[in-house]
């Protein structure tokens, strides 16, 4: 199997910054993509950010230019760098891979459990 574990979620004040880190363990050959997202009580879980293997990122508009996403391939790990938090920014925050288990097997998408975030103003 397959676990994603994130981590560095807390409670900070507006303006502050955080990094999150989830890692992923267990039988694993490849993992394409890697993303995060967030989720408030009563709302839709939405995509916060996403990268590639390769580097390529993308960000949803509410965060760009305050969150930066990256990751570290030979540890299977991925970060979001939160900085100028806000108080909407307060959420749930979840890891998601995409992950080949085999050469030959099929993806297989992964969550990992969620890591609050909870930003005061």
């Known amino acids: 199997q397959v676990q994603l574990q994130a981590c560095g979620g807390g409670f900070v004040q507006a303006g502050r910054s955080l990094r999150l880190s989830c890692a992923a363990s267990?039988?694993?050959?490849?993992?394409?993509?890697m993303r995060w997202y967030r989720q408030v009580p009563g709302k839709e879980r939405e995509l916060v950010a996403a990268i590639t293997t390769g580097g390529s990122t993308n960000y949803a508009d509410s965060v760009k230019g305050r969150f930066t996403i990256s990751r570290d391939n030979a540890k299977n790990t991925v970060y979001l760098q939160m900085n100028s938090l806000k108080p909407e920014d307060t959420a749930a925050f979840y890891c998601?891979?995409?992950?080949?288990?085999?050469?030959?097997?099929?993806?297989?998408?992964?969550w990992g459990q969620g890591t609050q975030v909870t930003v005061s103003s």
């Open positions: 267990g039988n694993i050959f490849h993992i394409s993509a």
């Open positions: 998601n891979a995409d992950v080949l288990r085999t050469r030959l097997g099929s993806w297989t998408n992964y």
